[in-house]
């Protein structure tokens, strides 16, 4: 059976660190929310989770996976789960919960990034907080990219296993979202990502080798990925990449 993805159809989000680990492993999956309401999908089936009070554990916000009969939201727990399922993780405890530690670490990043645009509130438009935001994104382009960056170094040049993967020896769902967090780093804040990425060499030799992955790849030049733009996470506003 195909695992489902609940997203918004629109952006890559939250739900693109989910939909690579799906791609990278070759796994069937609906990406829901894409889909035909008339068919059962499109939005209609993921405001089912979010909103419906016959669900008796309801997802906060998605992405959502549904497989079976277990419903999971918040990303870094849909990886946990997904982990050892799709072999994106090593076979030992400490080697899950280290990369389940990475991916939080990820997620921390990802909404400083989100913050930078929407330091007052979410429910705000960008223009309407451009002050603070200029004085939040000054603060990550000089300061919280580079330590998450060189954060994600140190993790790599200490793999007793080499500086190739995050953890271990081969490809893990960390792996698959330090290409995501570069990526969108790189296209909301290129002058500065750049920067940090002359001092990180390790994590800019695997953001470029997993975009090499043959199904990662074949992913990136489909469809099925959704280009960035200014509704999603990573957005790119001049102004705020000085």
């Known amino acids: 059976m195909s695992y489902q993805l609940h997203y918004w159809p629109s952006i890559q989000g939250r739900g693109e660190f989910v939909r690579l680990a799906l791609e990278a492993a ?6 829901v929310a894409r889909g035909d309401a008339a068919s059962g999908q499109g939005l209609p089936a993921l405001f089912h989770y979010l909103q419906d009070e016959s669900v008796a554990r309801p997802p906060f916000a998605c992405p959502v996976l549904v497989d079976g009969k277990q419903v999971i939201g918040q990303t870094a727990a849909i990886l946990l789960y997904l982990g050892p399922r799709l072999k ?32 007052v509130g979410a429910g705000l438009y960008y223009e309407e907080q451009k002050l603070e935001a200029a004085r939040a994104a000054k603060e990550f382009r ?51 990502t750049k920067r940090a990425l002359k001092k990180t060499p ?10 090499q992955q043959a199904r990662v790849s074949a992913y990136l030049r489909s469809e099925r990925r959704i280009a960035f733009n200014e509704d999603g996470i990573f957005r790119r506003y001049p102004e705020l990449d000085a």
Request: glycine fraction near 6%; charged fraction near 20%; aromatic fraction near 8%.
């Open 88 to 119: 994106l993780v090593g076979a030992s405890e400490a080697d899950r919960l280290w990369t389940h530690q990475i991916q939080l670490t990820i997620a921390d990043a990802v909404d400083e990034a989100h913050n930078t645009h929407h330091p």
């Open 26 to 31: 070759g796994a069937p999956y609906v990406d």
């Open 142 to 192: 000089t300061q919280r990219i580079p330590k998450f960056l060189g954060w994600l170094e140190a993790v790599l040049a200490r793999n007793p296993k080499g500086d190739r993967h995050l953890v271990g020896a081969r490809l893990s769902y960390a792996d698959l979202s330090l290409f995501q967090l570069v990526a969108g780093l790189l296209y909301a804040f290129p002058k500065a």
């Open 202 to 211: 390790l994590v800019l030799a695997l953001h470029e080798r997993v975009a």
